[in-house]
């Protein structure tokens, strides 16, 4: 699911599908576009809570770029400068992207 997400918003942005991996810390997905962030994904397919976002937030602290938290059905839209994205939304992500 997380590729096929990174993948998705690869394509809607123009850009490169890259990872932030170390011992302490792992970013799902970051989408660049000529060397530059412009976006921060983490999928989290199961169930979620306020305590996963703010882990996300934490981690992506350091990129400056937009940020997404994907999951299967949302609670609500935006969380401080979070975007909150769930399957319907991914579903018309990939409906606009191949009209």
Same mark, same amino acid.
């Given at each position: ?14 850009g ?13 997905f ?6 530059k ?6 999928? &989290? ?5 306020s ?23 949302? &609670?609500?839209?935006?969380i ?14 990939k409906?606009?992207?191949t009209?």
């Amino acid at each position: 699911m997380q590729n096929f997400i990174a993948d998705l918003f690869a394509s809607v942005y123009g850009g490169k599908k890259e990872y932030h991996v170390t011992p302490s810390n792992e970013i799902d997905f970051i989408i660049t576009v000529r060397n530059k962030a412009v976006l921060v994904g983490e999928v &989290k397919w199961g169930k979620y809570d306020s305590g996963d976002l703010k882990k996300f937030m934490e981690k992506s602290d350091f990129i400056k770029a937009e940020k997404v938290f994907i999951t299967k059905k949302k &609670k609500e839209a935006v969380i401080d400068s979070v975007k909150i994205l769930d399957a319907d939304d991914i579903l018309a992500m990939k409906s606009n992207e191949t009209s």
